[in-house]
């Protein structure tokens, strides 16, 4: 029974889609992945980190250099 409760109170593994739309969980995730946490979405963090920071990249040329 007690495994069943914690699987349920376990937040849902998340794709590297939901990471980039949510950069501060991103950051959390990363390090707890680089501190030796084992989780199923620490690529996915990775990823979506990488994403986030590309697209604030690309707003930031944008607003610079106007949309090519």
């Known amino acids: ?24 969980a991103a950051v959390r995730t990363v390090a707890d992945c680089e501190a ?7 690529e996915a963090a990775r990823e979506g980190l990488a994403e986030a920071r590309r697209q604030k990249r690309m707003d930031s040329y944008a607003r610079t250099f106007g949309e090519p």
């Open 36 to 42: 030796g946490a084992r989780r199923s979405d620490c």
């Open 1 to 24: 029974m007690s495994v069943l409760t914690l699987v349920a109170c376990s937040s849902p593994e998340r794709d590297a889609a939901a990471f980039a739309a949510d950069p501060e």
